[in-house]
């Protein structure tokens, strides 16, 4: 944890190099990704059981390639009656916010004579990647496949990594609450493949959703072009705006929460009140050890979190901003003020009693979320990304009339003869017809 | 041009070829826009400068490095009374369709007492690439700069390479029409990186848009997640489904228009009639040769053109989505029913009487579409490809009540005990206080 204030000399650098540091994928990564995409690419089915062998350590040929509809039943059916309904609770919120993301249809003539409009569908089959071990969580299964079947999606296939064979039940329950249509138990940047180009056995899909690690967010970057995909997704990072009037308990069980995700997770307080920020730092110290999370949230918030000392909480948010965060609360009293100078972040807490762990979970807004300073010019997952929208035209001789010179004149000026021709010969037969 | 029936033996193969026929970029380049990518990051200025030496042959300290307000004022005073009347009402008709694109924010409190809603505001600073040469088209600037500043661009930044030093003065005219902030003559994949990483005389943006050559799509590719990006950008393409009744000559010049823009470009006919198709064909030989571009379309015809004749129109509508083309022409008396088996299409024209040349100028619509069968997964250009979406909650006690116990059941489940003391440590303050 570095602590910095902001009326230090040398603060300015201090901060920028907080905002520039890179906590994601290098070169190597990449060439291991390209090689993997390649191996898949040509040679498909074979490759993905050679990958799972080496990978997860179990042969796809004898545990099955995939997690059968029965399997997804009775996952669902074992939970308990508690987190089957903290599930569906789940499930059933994200839909309901997501239900009003769904675009409308336009259709209409303008005063020109001209139609014009937009369709707007799903894609006809979505990815969605789950990741195994420690970030195998059924609230992104939810936050993932709720939109794609809000959107529309037909076919919504998952892909999972079952390391030693052993598959994790709460997964394949969300999986079955929110609709999954067929699971796979491929992992890696082999499944990513698998899902853009299509194997025997697999076919392909439009767009690929889902969180992954390094190695499977770079096998999405490259293959972004020949499949859609929802976002290049980083560490995932947290920034606290608080006075002195919040409990400091509080305040550092929220930095933990995001600490706990990952070594490379990024945790970050914003305060007016030095002495406040001595209390979370010992709050931090004293509740971290208490954590069955202890070893990850003890070495993300050693590496990245940190504290920062401002004179005012507004001269805090140009500092919000140029961090960009995926996820900020503002804890205090009235939070509008500070919230109307927010001009990027992922999404937004307001006030002391929205921690964001609710929003990880059940309050309806998804959770994934851009990070490392995408929220500049990136949005979270929603049901549009499962979409896509067709514009369409139609001219009536009245409408072609009014613009169709224009179009000629423009194609002529940029030297497209052909361009000019096909609007101009259409216009001839129309002044000869009401000649 | 190939010709294909789809009644012959051989005919799914063959038209299986053509859905996956690549032209788009190879390795190649991959590696040469890595190379020129981490020149400019690491060397700045200088690099600039010595690309532009070698692919554009003009020293920028001597030339300049920008084009400047006054000059672009001028460029737009210079042109014809008509041509400057056709680009003002295509910037007019453009604009008026994408105000209607802008989204609305929300913010509303739910039947659990939790406050739930999003943002939309434009990115700060977006960047916009204009080719030189061939490709360098007023309509792009116009197509590209009007959804930006609907959005809300406070900066809208335009590169342009200017071969041998040489200025286009109809895309000047466009960029002041348009409403384009800073010009500079910098071109190919060292521009993209010049916008994505910031150099010293050039301040970084937020997303890139614009059409470009191989290299500079590869460059928005390997710098996608850095900045936001349009999409993916490959060769044109039409596909044409017209029936017997249509004049050929219009058919042919709608073919043509697609195949003078590149010899990469791409033109389809699917038609019910073989006869038809053979008036087509001699009609497009007759008419290639009077073009100025006809070098080009000819390259382009011969080596990506097609005719496919399928025994009903609705048959031919299972090719098109596999196509799944950037314009689609649906030229027949009736389109509608056929209009409603279009699964994937970027833009689609109706009738007889709507050449897609229009819908490149004048009609309003984006002409920015995708490509390479990704209207599989994307869409045109829009106002939301320059905004970005926060979300945001807020909880009351009575919200926290309602939905808190199930955030902690969840961060339970998936281990996860920050999450579920965050959550937790406030329920229980608030049943302190009601006790």
New interface residues.
Partial sequence: MIRLDASDAGFDRAFADLVNARREADADVARDVATIIASVRDQGDAALAAFTSKFDRHELDQSGWRIEKSDLVAALGGLSD??R???T??RD?IR??HE?QRPAD?DAI?D?G???G?RW?G??AAGMYVPGGRAA???SVLMNAVPAKVAGVERLVMVTPTPDGKVNA?VLAAAELAGVDEVWRIGGAQAIAALAFGTDRIAPV??ICGPGNAWVAEAK?QL??V??IDM?AGPSEIVVVADGAN?P??IA??L??Q???DPTSQSILLTSDAGFADAVTAEVDA?IGT???RDV?RAAWDANGAIIVVPTLEEAMPLVNRLAPEHLELAVAD?EPL?DL??????????R??????????????HV??T?R???????L?V?DFM??????????EG?AA?????V???D???????????A??LS?QSGSQS
Avoid: C
């Fill in positions: 508690e987190l309904g903290a599930l609770l789940a919120r309901a916010y009003k336009s303008d020109a001209v139609r014009l937009a569908r894609v006809d969580y059924p609230s709460l439009d767009m970057r972004y072009g499949v859609g290049v409990d308990a509080w069980a929220d933990l929460s600490s706990e995700h509740q954590l069955a999370t949230a939070p919230f927010v001009r990027h972040a992922g999404s937004v807490f307001l006030g009693n929205t921690p964001e762990a609710v929003g990880d979970y059940v309050a309806g807004p998804n979320l851009p490392g995408r929220a500049r010019f990136a949005s979270g929603s549009l896509k929208r067709t514009s369409f035209l139609s001219l009536s001789d072609l613009i169709g010179p224009a179009a004149a423009l194609a000026a940029e030297g497209l003869p052909a361009h000019a021709r096909s609007v010969m259409r037969t």
